[in-house]
């Protein structure tokens, strides 16, 4: 009897032990991590303020225009704002004030 190519595994596939790779779209991103799509492409951007070197970038599919992030690396981006908001290491802009008004705030109370 022969095989079944949709149940047999083939020596190909990545090994049980690794975790697959996860690849998200912009849209997914976007309600992931909360920021806007502006925000999110000026993070990508060095010539931009506000250009974060830690931001994930995007992974190009294939010659064509499609584009994804590793989900992963936005989940790890994610857990490194956690934790320096909860080290008190973050500046937050307090509501209602200009950017005169950025000031340290101390953990849990990092407004974003």
């Not at 506000?50 to 994610?78: C, K, M």
């Not at 937050?92 to 705030?105: D, F, H, L, N, Q």
Request: proline share 6%; with cysteine; charged share 20%.
């Amino acid at each position: 009897m022969g095989t079944n190519p949709l149940t047999e595994r083939s020596n190909t596939m990545a090994p049980q032990n690794q975790p697959a790779l996860v690849m998200l779209r912009l849209a997914q991103v976007i309600l992931r991590t909360g920021l806007s799509r502006s925000t999110i492409y000026s993070k990508l951007d060095s010539g931009s303020a506000h250009y974060d070197p830690t931001f994930p970038t995007q992974v190009r599919l294939g010659s064509g225009s499609a584009v994804r992030f590793i989900e992963a690396e936005v989940n790890a981006w994610l857990e490194q704002c956690v934790r320096s908001a909860r080290s008190g290491k973050i500046k937050a802009v307090v509501p209602g004030t200009r950017s005169a008004g950025r000031r340290e705030i101390e953990g849990p109370e990092v407004i974003a």
